[in-house]
């Protein structure tokens, strides 16, 4: 089976190496490329001599080797090291005396509080900011809407009709018809997983129960896994939903991730509504404490998070920007997904359990 997602882990004692190990990554998409334009708008392409360091979450499919090659047509030399979301944060929290990070974007609202709380971000309010809803960047000034991410319970509807699909999360360990036929991932390092388990959590909030849930809500946790496959190692959701040798049939996924899946895997995604609505994860981006590049760093958000630039990665990567002017320029999925309802979360009670609750899951529920 053919792997979508690239991951280019750098680790952070071989920055050095990091410009090498991007560019065997791979060059960036042909939809990529049909997106790179120069405008009079954007910053000269005269370059300032800094390379800027950024950590993200969201390098995958092609973005790291797109945000390199557009960014250097605008003046700017980036480095782009990629982790998972709690991993990532986890690096911002054991660099801090040290910043080897210049900006991060991606994460989530969770991590984004996190690392706001831990004195990780340096406040600073780009030229873009109130083109962006109210209520989606910090209202200190710490980070800011970059794009909105639709959390989606994902089946091919060349298998399976909406009718047969599941509705819901509870459905999946519910139903018998569902048993054995879905994918759950055993690394809970992600910002996709995280918000799957907390949408699913915060429906048995609890103030007197273990970790603010209820015991039911533990006992649905343990059925999850328990009717579930674990993730095969390197392969793709959607290579194991096309696989003759895979029971799975449907599992978690970013809206964002959907339309190059169906391209690359001949699919055609469906996906649950569920009443309570959908998790959104919110991408933003920040600039770290203590950069010694603050006036390029400020200079690069500025760049990214304008509606040129996000109306351009909306059209590569099939994204719904959070900024209002790119809108316009997504695609017509991304137009419906926008119109898909959000489910309510409890953002607090999350920020403040959900690390205890994946140590939970993986020492008791987890096979």
Same mark, same amino acid.
């Given at each position: 089976?053919?792997?979508?997602?690239? /991951?280019?882990?750098?680790?952070?004692?071989?920055?050095?190496?990091?410009?090498?190990?991007?560019?065997?990554?791979?060059?960036?998409?042909?939809?990529?490329?049909?997106?790179?334009?120069?405008?009079?708008?954007?910053?000269?392409?005269?370059?300032?001599?800094?390379?800027?360091? &950024?950590?993200?979450?969201?390098?995958?499919?092609?973005?790291?080797?797109? @945000? &390199?090659?557009?960014?250097?047509?605008?003046?700017?030399?980036?480095?782009?090291?990629?982790?998972?979301?709690?991993?990532?944060?986890? /690096?911002?929290?054991?660099?801090?005396?040290?910043? &080897?990070?210049?900006?991060?974007?991606?994460?989530?609202?969770?991590?984004?509080?996190? @690392?706001?709380?831990?004195?990780? @971000?340096?406040?600073?309010?780009?030229?873009?900011?109130?083109?962006?809803?109210?209520?989606?960047?910090?209202?200190?000034?710490?980070? =800011?809407?970059?794009?909105?991410?639709?959390?989606?319970?994902?089946?091919?509807?060349?298998?399976?009709?909406?009718?047969?699909?599941?509705?819901?999360?509870?459905?999946?360990?519910? *139903?018998?018809?569902?048993?054995?036929?879905?994918?759950?991932?055993?690394?809970?390092?992600?910002?996709?997983?995280?918000?799957?388990?907390?949408?699913?959590?915060? /429906?048995?909030?609890?103030?007197?129960?273990?970790?603010?849930?209820?015991?039911? %809500?533990?006992?649905? &946790?343990?059925?999850?896994?328990? =009717?579930?496959?674990?993730?095969?190692?390197?392969?793709?959701? !959607?290579?194991?939903? +096309?696989?003759?040798?895979?029971?799975?049939?449907?599992?978690?996924?970013?809206?964002?991730?959907?339309?190059?899946?169906?391209?690359?895997?001949?699919?055609?995604? %469906? !996906?649950?509504?569920?009443?309570?609505?959908?998790?959104?994860?919110?991408?933003? +981006?920040?600039?770290?404490?203590?950069?010694?590049? +603050?006036?390029?760093? *400020? /200079?690069?958000?500025?760049?990214?998070?304008?509606?040129?630039?996000? %109306?351009?990665?909306?059209?590569?990567?099939?994204? @719904?920007?959070?900024?209002?002017?790119?809108?316009?320029?997504?695609?017509?999925?991304?137009?419906?997904?926008?119109?898909?309802?959000?489910?309510?979360?409890?953002?607090?009670?999350?920020?403040?359990?959900?690390?205890?609750?994946?140590? *939970?899951?993986?020492?008791?529920?987890?096979?």
């Amino acid at each position: 089976m053919k792997k979508i997602s690239r /991951r280019c882990f750098i680790q952070a004692a071989a920055l050095a190496a990091a410009t090498s190990a991007l560019t065997a990554c791979g060059a960036s998409s042909s939809s990529a490329q049909a997106a790179v334009s120069s405008t009079s708008d954007m910053p000269s392409n005269k370059g300032t001599g800094v390379t800027l360091n &950024i950590y993200t979450n969201s390098e995958t499919d092609g973005r790291d080797a797109w @945000l &390199i090659e557009r960014a250097a047509q605008d003046g700017f030399s980036v480095q782009v090291v990629g982790a998972g979301a709690a991993d990532t944060q986890n /690096r911002l929290l054991a660099e801090k005396s040290a910043p &080897i990070a210049d900006v991060v974007f991606g994460l989530n609202a969770i991590i984004w509080e996190s @690392l706001k709380a831990e004195d990780i @971000l340096l406040p600073y309010v780009p030229e873009w900011a109130d083109e962006i809803p109210a209520g989606l960047n910090d209202p200190d000034g710490y980070y =800011h809407a970059i794009v909105k991410q639709a959390i989606l319970l994902v089946y091919d509807l060349n298998q399976m009709s909406p009718e047969e699909a599941p509705k819901d999360w509870p459905d999946l360990w519910t *139903k018998p018809e569902f048993d054995q036929k879905y994918e759950y991932l055993t690394g809970l390092g992600g910002g996709t997983v995280r918000n799957v388990l907390a949408g699913i959590l915060v /429906r048995y909030a609890d103030p007197n129960g273990d970790l603010g849930i209820s015991q039911e %809500g533990w006992d649905a &946790i343990a059925e999850y896994y328990k =009717h579930g496959v674990p993730n095969e190692s390197g392969v793709d959701l !959607y290579g194991q939903i +096309v696989s003759d040798t895979s029971t799975v049939v449907c599992g978690q996924m970013w809206s964002s991730g959907i339309e190059t899946r169906d391209e690359q895997y001949g699919t055609k995604t %469906g !996906y649950a509504v569920p009443d309570v609505g959908v998790p959104y994860a919110v991408e933003g +981006v920040a600039i770290v404490n203590g950069t010694k590049n +603050v006036d390029e760093a *400020k /200079r690069f958000v500025n760049w990214f998070g304008s509606a040129q630039i996000q %109306g351009e990665w909306a059209k590569a990567f099939s994204t @719904l920007p959070a900024n209002t002017n790119a809108v316009s320029m997504a695609n017509e999925f991304n137009q419906e997904i926008s119109k898909l309802p959000a489910q309510q979360i409890d953002w607090a009670l999350v920020a403040k359990n959900i690390d205890a609750w994946c140590e *939970k899951i993986m020492l008791e529920y987890m096979p």
